[in-house]
């Protein structure tokens, strides 16, 4: 069964990291992201990666945030850095795009 399984998510304050990991089984996928949906707001694309190593990020994180993968293919991480409370937000893994597979979501909350 094909799954994805996050962590690394929780609270932290304003200008503090976290690192967010996304292991997939099961299936390689080219493209895997991750995208964040804060209350009341659309569900955005953060940051994503293919395989070959070409990267995309939102406007509001570059700089910021840096999306990597392992040499395993099978998981991705965001590391956020400089975090504000704009940021705060449920953030989704993603694999395949819009219409491919996603995480569960795991919380991430930033406090000033």
């Known amino acids: 069964q094909v799954q994805l399984v996050e962590s690394g998510g929780g609270p932290v304050q304003a200008g503090g990291s976290l690192r967010l990991s996304c292991t997939i089984s099961?299936?390689?996928?080219?493209?895997m992201g991750w995208y964040r949906q804060a209350p009341g707001k659309q569900r955005e694309l953060v940051a994503s990666?293919?395989?070959?190593?070409?990267?995309r990020y939102a406007t509001s994180v570059k700089g910021r945030f840096t999306i990597s993968r392992d040499r395993s293919e099978a998981t991705i991480y965001l590391e956020m850095n400089s975090l504000s409370v704009e940021d705060t937000a449920v953030y989704y893994c993603?694999?395949?795009?819009?219409?491919?597979?996603w995480g569960q979501g795991t919380q991430v909350t930033v406090s000033s």
């Open positions: 993603n694999a395949g795009g819009q219409e491919g597979l």
């Open positions: 990666i293919t395989l070959s190593g070409s990267l």
């Open positions: 099961g299936i390689v996928f080219n493209v």
